[in-house]
T-cell receptor
Framework: QKEVEQNSGPLSVPEGAIASLNCTYS??????FFWYRQYSGKSPELIMS????GDKEDGRFTAQLNKASQYVSLLIRDSQPSDSATYLC????????????FGRGTSLIVHP | DGGITQSPKYLFRKEGQNVTLSCEQN?????MYWYRQDPGQGLRLIYY???????QKGDIAEGYSVSREKKESFPLTVTSAQKNPTAFYLC?????????????FGQGTRLTVV
């Protein structure tokens, strides 16, 4: 069974702090990794995609990938109350179909 | 504007009734997906389609059916065989059957059994 694991949280951080969200996956041949943000009652919105080991930065967001450890993370710098949401990690598994498989998500609360 | 449109936004189903959820995209994407989300849960794959006139079951296909007669449309029917259909249904699409392409979502349909 291919799995994507996330701590459900909630993760609570003060405004202006760095929020660190983590995700592990079980399929060693996974190739593509994505972070989505989902506000309550809304559909997921793509934040970042990462395909190679290392860091990828986009504004306040940094995705980190370590394929050897089967670990992907998302850092949010200068966290804002508007960042409060559930963050979903998704992994596209190889094998021909590249179907995105999602973790359960981590709830982030940024308090003023 | 390009995007994925799901309708209706809210849907109420009576016991024993079949209902169809619409998903239309104008992104010229080849692959389309249906996911189900229950409160506090992640997204579970119901069905997916990589090309027109072809689709495959996902992890929780029982009680659901789909069709893919046009590239831009992938409707989902929730049949009376689905015993617990109350959930948030999400349609997504991707550019194609290639690694490195992101999936984008419609706004979702919230289905409630009354």
């Amino acid at each position: 069974q291919k799995e994507v694991e996330q701590n459900s949280g909630p993760l609570s951080v003060p405004e202006g702090a760095i929020a660190s969200l983590n995700c592990t996956y079980s399929d060693r041949v996974s190739q593509s990794f994505f972070w989505y943000r989902q506000y309550s009652g809304k559909s997921p919105e793509l934040i970042m995609s990462i395909y190679s080991n290392g860091d990828k930065e986009d504004g306040r967001f940094t995705a980190q990938l370590n394929k050897a450890s089967q670990y992907v993370s998302l850092l949010i710098r200068d966290s804002q109350p508007s960042d409060s949401a559930t963050y979903l990690c998704a992994v596209a598994l190889s094998g021909g179909s590249y179907i995105p498989t999602f973790g359960r998500g981590t709830s982030l609360i940024v308090h003023p | 504007d390009g995007g994925i449109t799901q309708s209706p936004k809210y849907l109420f189903r009576k016991e024993g009734q079949n209902v169809t959820l619409s998903c239309e995209q104008n992104l010229n994407h080849d692959a389309m997906y249906w996911y189900r989300q229950d409160p506090g849960q992640g997204l579970r794959l119901i069905y997916y389609s990589q090309i027109v006139n072809d689709f495959q079951k996902g992890d929780i296909a029982e009680g659901y059916s789909v069709s893919r007669e046009k590239k831009e449309s992938f409707p989902l029917t929730v049949t009376s065989a689905q015993k617990n259909p109350t959930a948030f249904y999400l349609c997504a699409s991707r550019r194609g059957d290639r690694e490195g392409t992101e999936a984008f979502f419609g706004q979702g349909t919230r289905l409630t059994v009354v």
